[in-house]
Nanobody, 127 residues
Framework: VQLQASGGGLVQAGGSLRLSCAAS????????MGWFRQAPGKEREFVAA????????TYADSVKGRFTISRENAKNSVHLQMNNLKPEDTGTYYC?????????????????????WGQGTLVTVSS
């Protein structure tokens, strides 16, 4: 199983980026997929997650109202639309997928519950 993240880059504060993560090797139609990020010198933190059907979403408080996660199960993909970016959003963004079916906010926001991880894509927001 592989998760390939893309879409990172350099953007000015207030700008937008769209991250994508394509999974191969198995499908995740019934499982949670999410995004986490890690800033230099800090621990990895939860950003957003969604259920297998994409109908249930969970966001970190710091990104609510600015980021939108969505699923594209026909392409075995998950996306993260990031608007009104801030310098504190800078970091390496990782997509993740759970092997098990089911979803809850608490479960989906915990990195230990994810079995597969992408390689990360760097997002840099300049002030």
């Amino acid at each position: 199983v592989q998760l390939q993240a893309s879409g990172g880059g350099l953007v000015q504060a207030g700008g937008s980026l769209r991250l994508s993560c394509a999974a191969s090797g198995r499908t995740f139609r019934s499982s949670a997929m999410g995004w986490f990020r890690q800033a230099p010198g800090k621990e990895r933190e939860f950003v957003a997650a969604c259920s297998g059907g994409g109908t249930i979403t969970t966001y970190a408080d710091s990104v609510k109202g600015r980021f939108t996660i969505s699923r594209e199960n026909a392409k075995n993909s998950v996306h993260l639309q990031m608007n009104n970016l801030k310098p504190e959003d800078t970091g390496t963004y990782y997509c993740a997928a759970d092997r098990e079916a089911g979803y809850s906010d608490t479960y989906a926001s915990n990195a230990v519950n994810y079995d597969y991880w992408g390689q990360g894509t760097l997002v840099t927001v300049s002030s």
